[in-house]
């Protein structure tokens, strides 16, 4: 059986058992956590041998695949932490090297395809999103600066975080790319008095944010475009953009920096805000690439920054936020268990099943494998930015410490 030959050699922490369709047990490695799977498929026993990272999830959506003792978190724990194991037998490596030969037309993103890949993750229902995120609606990497913060503080602590690197005045011009339901942008004109355009490809998210700025008191001061941000001609002070880098495709990073640099005016800042790699250049995982986020990539930094070499912009600052997305996940899974049963009215079993299975492994993924998150500055100038840090923690803690404007979110509660 091929695939009790692939745990067989990589299964070095915790413990398997999988029981087959004929009732037929075997156990691999040891220890905790420990996990028993029933497999309920004959052809398993092959296809989950030769393609594990894409077929144990759709074996789990289906339910051809279920968890008899333990937990789903338990399964992909094991696997997350065995990963260089699992990954040393030869076929494993023939479908890496495969993967990585395709991943060019897997991150195929030109206008028009690039809108059709977001609309697919993006354009779902927004009671759904409503009943995972915070009241503010943001769906990137939180920053906890305490292990006791609650989403909705982390999430606010993270757009304070961005605000200090962007060295923002009142009435600048800022463009957001990939603004999301809007709530960044609107954070920073309530907080900082700048002028705000918000582009995005989600059809939902600016019906969202559009429906957000009157409540918000914000109203010529805040606008979001239906618009890929090739497209968009004006020229800005400040550039912001939160988790819509990792949907721009490795081929297209010259086209994204080129942009940049065409958008900002001379001495202008940028801040990029993205998930990354530590390991290296590589590919997005089959399951992730087929069910969640088509068209996708997570970069290693040695692909990115030879990209940026290649303009004229500066890299002043660049920071590693290591745990903290593993810690916004968790939050995030714990809302969506806690809200199953109107998520499954929504769409139905499978579904939840296939977002159980993304929350969770994409959690694990920040705890043991090889993702990361980084903020990087850029600036037109070598003046742009003070020449220490100071600046950025001076104002963080400062707004951190001062009354907070209220905020009026999507559902029409006040927060801070």
């Known amino acids: 059986m091929l695939f009790a030959r692939l745990l067989q050699a990589g299964i070095r922490q915790g413990h398997i058992a999988v029981i087959d369709h004929q009732g037929r047990r075997q156990d691999f490695g040891s220890g905790a956590p420990s996990v028993t799977l029933r497999l309920h498929d004959p052809a ?103 292990p006791s913060a609650t989403l909705a503080e982390a999430q606010q602590a993270k757009m304070r975080h961005i605000a200090s690197k962007l060295l923002l005045k009142p009435g600048q011009k800022l463009l957001d790319i990939g603004c999301g339901w809007g709530g960044l942008g609107i954070y920073l004109a309530k907080t900082t008095g700048v002028h705000v355009t918000g582009v995005t490809l989600s059809k939902e998210q600016h019906e969202v944010a559009c429906a957000r700025v009157k409540p918000a008191g914000l109203e010529g001061q805040v606008e979001f475009k239906l618009q890929d941000y090739r497209l968009e001609p004006g020229r800005f002070d400040r550039i912001v953009s939160v988790g819509m880098f990792e949907h721009v495709g490795l081929k297209h990073f010259p086209e994204f920096f080129a942009k940049v640099e065409e958008l900002l005016v001379p001495g202008g800042i940028a801040l990029l805000h993205a998930i990354g790699r530590r390991d290296g250049p590589g590919h997005t995982n089959p399951w992730l690439r087929k069910y969640i986020f088509p068209g996708g990539y997570s970069p290693a930094l040695s692909e990115v920054l030879p990209v940026v070499e290649q303009t004229g912009l500066w890299v002043t600052d660049i920071e590693i936020l290591r745990l903290h997305y593993a810690e916004t996940l968790k939050h995030w899974r714990v809302n969506f268990e806690k809200n199953r049963d109107a998520i499954r009215a929504l769409y139905d079993e499978r579904f939840c099943r296939m977002w159980e299975f993304y929350l969770i492994g994409s959690e694990l993924s920040f705890r043991h494998d090889y993702n990361m998150v980084f903020q990087m500055q850029l600036s037109r100038g070598i003046q742009a930015v003070p020449i220490t840090r100071d600046y950025m923690f001076d104002w963080e803690r400062g707004e951190a410490a001062r009354p907070k404007a209220k905020i009026v979110w999507h559902n029409g509660q006040a927060a801070e």
């Open 44 to 146: 398993l026993n092959w296809t989950l041998g030769l393609s594990p990272w894409l077929k144990v999830g759709e074996a789990y959506m289906d339910g051809r695949l279920t968890i008899e003792d333990g937990s789903l978190y338990d399964f992909i724990d094991i696997a997350m932490r065995n990963t260089d194991g699992l990954t040393s037998l030869k076929s494993q490596k023939a479908f890496k090297i495969i993967n990585r030969l395709l991943r060019w037309w897997h991150q195929h993103n030109p206008i028009g395809a690039a809108q059709q890949n977001v609309a697919h993750h993006y354009d779902l229902s927004r009671k759904l999103f409503e009943l995972f995120l915070d009241e503010s609606m943001q769906y990137s990497c939180a920053y906890f600066p305490t």
